[in-house]
Structures are given as C-alpha cells and as structure tokens.
C-alpha cells in the first residue's frame, strides 16, 4: 500500500510539471451556502417543490443544465464544463452536434454575472469561444482537470492550490472543489441520482447501451451507446470503471472536505452517491 502510494505520488508530480497550469485565481465566495445543480431526472421535482430553499444560496450548474428553462429563471453564478464534447472542434457524436449549438446560444443570452469553468486545454479550441465573445456577462475561469493521487497530505496541498483533484470522471466532483476553493462552508447537491447502473444492459449485439436521463428530457428516453472520447460504443468494464472512479473520487473529495471544515449535504432522495451526509428537505 505505501510502495502503490509513493508510485502514484511520483507520477502525480510528473504531472504537475508537464500537464497543470500554476497561479490560478479564485474569488472568496460572498455568500456562505451553495447548491450544486446536478442534471438528474430528480432535480426537475426537486426545483419544483423547494425553489425556496436556493433563494440566499449561490447555485452551480453544469453540463447542458441551460438547455432548460429553468437556467434563465434560476440565474446559476457558476457554470460548469470538463467533458470535451462541450469544446472540443472535434466532437463529432450526432447527440452533441445537435445539443452544443443551443447549449452555447442559451449560455451567450446570460445577461447576469456568471463565472464559466472549463479545462485549460478548452483554449485551444474556438468553436465555443464565437458564441459567448462579445458577452460581457461572462467570466472565463480555467482549470487544472489533472488527476491527482498518492500520499493524503500531498493530494491536499494539491487540492488546495487547485493545481489537479480526484479523478474528474463526473462534472460533480470538479464542482466540489472549485466550491471548496472558492471558501463556501455548506455545499448542497441537488440532482445527483447516479443511476446509472440500474440503467445499463447490454445488447444481443453485445453493446453495453445506458438509458442516460436528465431533469430536462421531454417525453422517455431510450437507451443509447456510451461515448467516451468521440468512442460512441465503450465496452462495459470501460463503462463501469468510469463510474467505479467516480463514487471513489467522492470519498477522497470526503476526507478533503472535513479537513477544511466543510460540509457537503446531499439532498437528493435516492441517490446513489454513498460517501456524503443525507438531509433531506420535507415533502
């Protein structure tokens, strides 16, 4: 077990040298409250029935959260976005072709301040960058996705300089930890079902195919192939080591979170996520 942690942290710090951006800024959170705004099919009940509860509170969305209504009518602070199909000129799944474009047409209409986060290799790219330019709204923050791993003492100093986190195989944990950096103290989740593996089966073709769903769909949803890096037919034991990393990751973002003093309360009924306290609001 030591011998594993010394070699990882070895390889954390080549990472440090070669892939992770130094200096990055982050301004103090005004408020003490956020809510991170997960794309799960439990979040439409939720905003529903506790719209209230996020009145004084700094809301987080990710991912397509403003292909919905709701983003105008909630004005989130913070948006976030790692996968590179939401940047990335190379994309090329027919689900993100059609999506992206109105995607960053919604997010060029914000006409509130709001801080976007995407990975620093999303410079690279300009087909996002035409939509929101002349938008003044818009704060661009880049960040280190980098994956870091080792010895505790050495991932937290990492953590707290944001030069990488744990493995970001969901757009919730880079969430967590730019709303640690950003020095909230209570940080709730909304919308993180993390169903998905009650979801998966695989075809007579032998294609694992995931009925992936979100708050915003209209009408059911069919299951589709999983895409991973422009691979729109990931074999299962790919699948489920994604997600394997992720529920992992939560428990790393746990010991974390409890050495700065900060709780992160899940609220969302049913999910799957098993490394963060429960505390649900009344029906």
């Given amino acids: 077990m030591w011998v594993t942690k010394l070699l990882k942290t070895i390889q954390s710090l080549f990472k440090l040298v070669f892939l992770t951006r130094h200096n990055l800024s982050f301004a103090v959170a005004e408020k003490t409250d956020a809510v991170i705004l997960g794309n799960g099919p439990s979040l439409k009940l939720m905003l529903e029935k506790h719209h209230d509860f996020l009145v004084d509170k700094e809301l987080f969305a990710v991912n397509y959260f403003a292909l919905s209504n709701a983003y105008f009518e909630l004005q ?14 190379n994309a090329n799944d027919i689900d993100t072709l059609e999506k992206r474009p109105v995607l960053w047409e919604n997010i060029a209409a914000t006409r509130w301040p709001i801080q976007l986060y995407l990975p620093f290799d999303a410079q690279k ?12 709204n818009i704060k661009i923050r880049y960040i ?6 080792g010895f505790a003492g050495f991932r937290n100093w990492c953590f ?3 030069l990488g986190m744990p493995r970001p195989h969901n757009v919730v944990i880079p969430s967590l930890m730019i709303a640690m950096r950003l020095q909230f103290i209570n940080i709730y989740l909304w919308g993180v079902d993390h169903s998905w593996l009650s979801q998966i089966h695989v075809d007579d073709n032998n294609v694992a195919m995931v009925n992936n769903q979100h708050f915003y769909d209209s009408g059911n ?17 790919t699948i489920l080591y994604s997600m394997m990393t992720a ?37």
Wanted: glycine letters at 4%; zero cysteines.
């Fill in 247 to 283: 529920f992992e990751s939560y428990f790393i973002i746990k010991s974390y979170s409890q050495k700065r003093g900060v709780r992160i309360i899940n609220q969302t009924r049913g999910s799957m996520i098993d490394a963060f306290e429960r505390e649900y609001l009344s029906e």
């Fill in 160 to 162: 707290s300089k944001m």
């Fill in 125 to 136: 790219h300009t087909q996002w960058k035409k939509h929101i330019e002349k938008n003044s």
């Fill in 221 to 237: 949803t069919k299951p589709g192939k999983y895409i991973l890096k422009n691979n729109p037919a990931a074999p299962l034991h």
């Fill in 76 to 89: 989130p602070r913070h948006y976030v976005m790692i996968d590179f199909k939401f940047y990335n000129d």
């Fill in 144 to 149: 280190n996705v980098t994956a870091i791993e």
